[in-house]
């Protein structure tokens, strides 16, 4: 049994006992998510490139867990679509089942107009927002489809719908990002139609978001009125929510956290 998964940790509730990756954990939104699914009683497993932060965030889970919910930081090349399943596939082993991927790895790069856009910040968003996406959901796909309560959930940005001059690649790589979890979707929904179940068994959402903003961030501009941007602590909010709520009205969602464009 792995831990957690007689329920006691969290109260009860739909994370208790739930094993969850995250990619990305070692930025701000990463350890805002760690820290609020650990409060729920989930057994965390981080992944992030910088190993400092993450065990920094890391450390920080732990502490809002109470100590009682095991916390673990990997340092993973998501570039290496190979290294994305080998995590998969231990994360699995150790502790049984993965009933969740939440993909944080961002990045971002613009210009000053679509013509002196530099297609070398294309380059850079690509393997960032997309390949890594690409990368995870398929390490990902059956663990989360033997779960039972798999979500694979995106965090993406506005700029996908309606991008903007200066951010054609973020917003390219954002749009492709979002396309390819969606396709996921499709995937675990016909998985449950060939099972004859009454909807899909897993889910895939994505999260649209104007921007994020932290303290650190406000605290180094104090005027700024960063409207519009979602905290990374409601974000961890809405993001532990998508186990409260059934994968057949989930699955293929874009859930937005600001006003659609």
């Given at each position: 049994?792995?831990?957690?998964?007689?329920?006691?940790?969290?109260?009860?509730?739909?994370?208790?006992?739930?094993?969850?990756?995250?990619?990305?954990?070692?930025?701000?939104?990463?350890?805002?998510?760690?820290?609020?699914?650990?409060?729920?009683?989930?057994?965390?497993?981080?992944?992030?490139?910088?190993?400092?932060?993450?065990?920094?965030?890391?450390?920080?889970?732990?502490?809002?867990?109470?100590?009682?919910?095991?916390?673990?930081?990997?340092?993973?090349d998501l570039l290496d679509p190979h290294a994305a399943r080998a995590w998969?596939?231990?994360?699995?082993?150790?502790?049984?089942?993965?009933?969740?991927?939440?993909?944080?790895?961002?990045?971002?790069?613009?210009?000053?107009?679509?013509?002196?856009?530099?297609?070398?910040?294309?380059?850079?968003?690509?393997?960032?927002?997309?390949?890594?996406?690409q990368h995870t959901s398929l390490a990902f796909d059956e663990p989360l489809?033997?779960?039972?309560?798999?979500?694979?959930?995106?965090?993406?940005?506005?700029?996908?719908?309606q991008p903007t001059a200066g951010n054609a690649a973020y917003a390219a790589?954002?749009?492709?990002?979002?396309?390819?979890?969606?396709?996921?979707?499709?995937?675990?929904?016909?998985?449950?139609?060939?099972?004859?179940?009454?909807?899909?068994?897993?889910?895939?959402?994505?999260?649209?978001?104007?921007?994020?903003?932290?303290?650190?961030?406000?605290?180094?501009?104090?005027?700024?009125?960063?409207?519009?941007?979602?905290?990374?602590?409601?974000?961890?909010?809405?993001?532990?929510?998508?186990?409260?709520?059934?994968?057949?009205?989930?699955?293929?969602?874009?859930?937005?956290?600001?006003?659609?464009?």
């Amino acid at each position: 049994m792995s831990p957690g998964a007689d329920g006691r940790n969290g109260g009860g509730g739909p994370l208790a006992g739930a094993v969850v990756a995250v990619a990305g954990a070692g930025g701000p939104a990463g350890r805002a998510t760690l820290c609020r699914l650990a409060g729920s009683g989930a057994t965390l497993v981080g992944c992030d490139a910088d190993a400092e932060r993450l065990a920094e965030s890391v450390n920080a889970a732990r502490a809002a867990g109470g100590g009682a919910i095991p916390v673990t930081g990997d340092t993973v090349d998501l570039l290496d679509p190979h290294a994305a399943r080998a995590w998969a596939e231990s994360i699995e082993k150790d502790y049984g089942r993965v009933d969740g991927l939440v993909h944080l790895v961002g990045g971002w790069r613009g210009s000053r107009s679509f013509a002196t856009t530099d297609l070398a910040d294309w380059t850079v968003l690509h393997d960032l927002l997309l390949r890594t996406v690409q990368h995870t959901s398929l390490a990902f796909d059956e663990p989360l489809r033997r779960s039972g309560r798999g979500r694979y959930v995106l965090v993406s940005a506005a700029g996908a719908s309606q991008p903007t001059a200066g951010n054609a690649a973020y917003a390219a790589a954002k749009a492709g990002a979002e396309a390819w979890t969606l396709a996921m979707a499709d995937g675990f929904r016909k998985a449950g139609e060939a099972e004859g179940l009454d909807g899909p068994a897993a889910a895939a959402v994505i999260l649209v978001v104007k921007a994020l903003v932290n303290d650190a961030m406000r605290e180094a501009k104090p005027n700024a009125k960063f409207a519009g941007f979602t905290d990374v602590d409601d974000l961890a909010d809405n993001i532990a929510e998508v186990w409260d709520r059934p994968a057949q009205e989930l699955n293929g969602t874009r859930l937005w956290l600001t006003a659609q464009p």
